[in-house]
């Protein structure tokens, strides 16, 4: 793997001590760039409202969080770049199309998509796009 596509639920632990934490702060101290489909900041985003509406999280650090994760060496993935591929691979698949998009954009740059999501991963068993997850 030389630039990992990165799920919104493991970036959350950097943050976070959730579980798994350990785990994603080696993958984050281990790239100077990574992969994300656009459509990373708005799950990134909606994940840190919800903690803040959970008070799990303070609204000014919720903010430090998302400007935080701006400032991350991302090589941002368009979705009108992925959206065919990852409708014909939600359409096929057990997985969503926000999932389909991180496949997509593994796919389309030969990369692996570093999730924390079970059932997306669990869904790529025994696919021909198991090794992309």
Do not use: H
Request: net charge negative; with cysteine; hydrophobic share 45%.
């Amino acid at each position: 793997m030389n630039i990992p596509v990165i799920d919104a639920c493991v970036a959350i632990k950097w943050f976070l001590p959730e579980n798994k934490f350990k785990e994603a702060g080696e993958i984050l101290s281990s790239f100077n760039r990574m992969i994300i489909p656009d459509l990373f900041l708005i799950e990134f985003d909606a994940i840190v409202t919800k903690k803040v509406r959970q008070r799990l999280v303070e609204q000014s650090d919720a903010v430090q969080m998302i400007q935080e994760i701006r400032n991350m060496p991302f090589d941002v993935v368009p979705y009108k770049l992925v959206s065919g591929m990852a409708f014909d691979l939600s359409s096929a698949l057990p997985i969503t199309q926000y999932d389909a998009c991180y496949l997509a954009a593994a796919i389309e740059y030969d990369e692996t998509v570093v999730t924390a999501d079970m059932r997306f991963f669990n869904g790529m068993r025994g696919t021909p796009f198991e090794s992309y997850v």
